[in-house]
């Protein structure tokens, strides 16, 4: 399978000893891959990182801000943006409610599905593990995904989505897009899962400040969208989003 011209990128921070999606992908797409690291970390990542895995500094504080420059290193072209911390799944064809761990080498056909899908959608995710039995074969539209975030930007609207709240900055692309009518998949043949709460990460940036901000960009954004029901869970109403977006359930 070939992948010229797919970027792979990796938000991550204080996890330089800790990189688990990487090594649950092929090697032969780390040449795909890079890591956008906070700038003051980016040695440590360097030197901790296989030599074929490209590491970038960021600059600007924040995952959502590692995701912009992820977005923004290309102008044209396909990116996958994968969490640092994933473990994958495929579904078994023979018992459709059954998920199975793979193996690096199966990511390549999943990869390979991911690109497909972005050839006829501009956003492409993926269903999470402890969700996966309770989706339909093949993908469901304009679905709730995280983690996995995939575009083609090619097919982007003028201006483009941003990344531009500090918590749930992927819903919050995710609604930029469906709103103005495009059509998103969030694939379900394949699945993914991520330790709860593991060191490093966002977990030592995330404050109570920042859920708070948070939480009023995304009423702000979104009024009849978003519902507040908890210090730090927020529900969002996907039917209401693809009605503002004129595309028919």
């Not at 996890?15 to 999606?21: G, S, V």
């Not at 995701?67 to 640092?84: E, P």
């Not at 948070?214 to 996907?238: A, F, H, S």
Request: net charge neutral.
């Amino acid at each position: 399978m070939i992948f010229d011209g797919l970027q792979i990128g990796i938000p991550s921070r204080s996890r330089p000893h800790r990189q688990i999606t990487i090594f649950n992908l092929s090697e032969d797409l780390w040449p795909n891959i890079f890591l956008m690291v906070p700038s003051d970390q980016y040695y440590l990542y360097r030197k901790n990182t296989p030599l074929a895995i490209n590491v970038i500094g960021c600059y600007e504080y924040g995952v959502h801000a590692q995701r912009q420059a992820i977005l923004q290193q290309r102008a044209t072209g396909k990116v996958i943006m994968f969490d640092d911390d994933l473990t994958f799944y495929r579904r078994l064809s023979e018992d459709a409610s059954k998920f199975v761990r793979m193996g690096q080498s199966e990511s390549l056909p999943m990869v390979w599905e991911i690109c497909n899908f972005l050839d006829r959608y501009v956003m492409v995710g993926m269903v999470d593990k402890f969700m996966s039995q309770t989706r339909p074969r093949g993908h469901v539209e304009c679905s709730r995904c995280n983690k996995v975030l995939a575009f083609n930007r090619d097919m982007f609207p003028n201006p483009w989505p941003s990344f531009r709240i500090p918590h749930d900055e992927d819903h919050d692309v995710h609604l930029q897009l469906i709103t103005q009518g495009y059509r998103t998949a969030v694939l379900t043949e394949y699945s993914k899962s991520d330790p709860v709460e593991a060191p490093g990460g966002c977990t030592d940036w995330r404050s109570p400040e920042v859920f708070a901000e948070t939480y009023r960009l995304l009423l702000e954004y979104w009024p009849t969208i978003v519902t507040v029901v908890g210090e730090k869970k927020v529900r969002y109403n996907w039917k209401e989003a693809k009605r503002i977006g004129g595309i028919a359930t």
